[in-house]
């Protein structure tokens, strides 16, 4: 049985989402909130497999529970609804950190496939229309790796450190740390985990070893 927290101030939107979670067999609703606050209290109280939240709330923001439950458990389940499914907000989601994009006039068959999807593999990112917003950020140059910057960024993933990275590649360790430190730069992180985390659920990379 996967458990579910549903965070949204609407309460007919939860009311509705309980219902539908409700109606399948594989899903129990264990808890319900309507602010930041009281659904990060309970879902550190209720530990559930799985938290859908809306992105607006009335002290905050959705993405600051994301965030917040995130840093404390990769394999929570973090679904994201919303009214403004735009690239920007898609992104931000997930750079917080969450498992899938909804947005909320997706049919609720799309939130419950979301929400199995999150409790399976939470460190992925599914969203509909995510290749094509990835194709627009591309273009724009924001996250685009040339080809030696993705085998530094591969070696990285591989647990390599930059001599290792230097020698494999016939580089010298300041251009391999350059290359590193443009790497960081285009996918928006301060350091190796961050960049490593960014880049798997974008899909450039697909598993990340300890460093070495």
Avoid at 17 to 44: M, N, P, R, W, Y
Avoid at 108 to 119: E, G, K, L, N
Avoid at 163 to 172: E, K, N, V
Wanted: hydrophobic share 45%; with cysteine.
């Amino acid at each position: 049985m996967t458990t579910v927290l549903l965070i949204d101030d609407h309460e007919l939107i939860r009311q509705g989402l309980a219902g539908a979670f409700g109606a399948v067999d594989s899903f129990e609703v264990v808890g319900q909130a309507g602010s930041v606050a009281d659904g990060i209290a309970a879902a550190q109280s209720l530990r559930p497999d799985v938290v859908v939240t809306d992105v607006r709330l009335p002290d905050g923001s959705g993405l600051d529970v994301v965030r917040t439950l995130r840093r404390a458990d990769k394999q929570i389940g973090l679904v994201v609804l919303t009214m403004y499914a735009g690239d920007e907000q898609l992104f931000a989601a997930l750079d917080a950190g969450a498992s899938a994009f909804v947005g909320k006039d997706a049919p609720t068959a799309t939130v419950i496939s979301a929400a199995r999807q999150a409790s399976i593999a939470p460190l992925t990112f599914t969203c509909t229309g995510l290749a094509e917003a990835m194709v627009r950020r591309m273009s724009s140059g924001a996250a685009r790796l040339t080809d030696r910057e993705r085998q530094v960024l591969e070696l990285l993933a591989e647990g390599h450190g930059v001599a290792a990275i230097a020698g494999r590649l016939y580089l010298s360790e300041s251009t391999a740390k350059s290359h590193i430190g443009r790497i960081y730069d285009k996918l928006g992180a301060a350091n190796r985990a961050q960049a490593l985390v960014t880049a798997m659920r974008m899909g450039l990379i697909s598993s990340v070893a300890p460093p070495g």
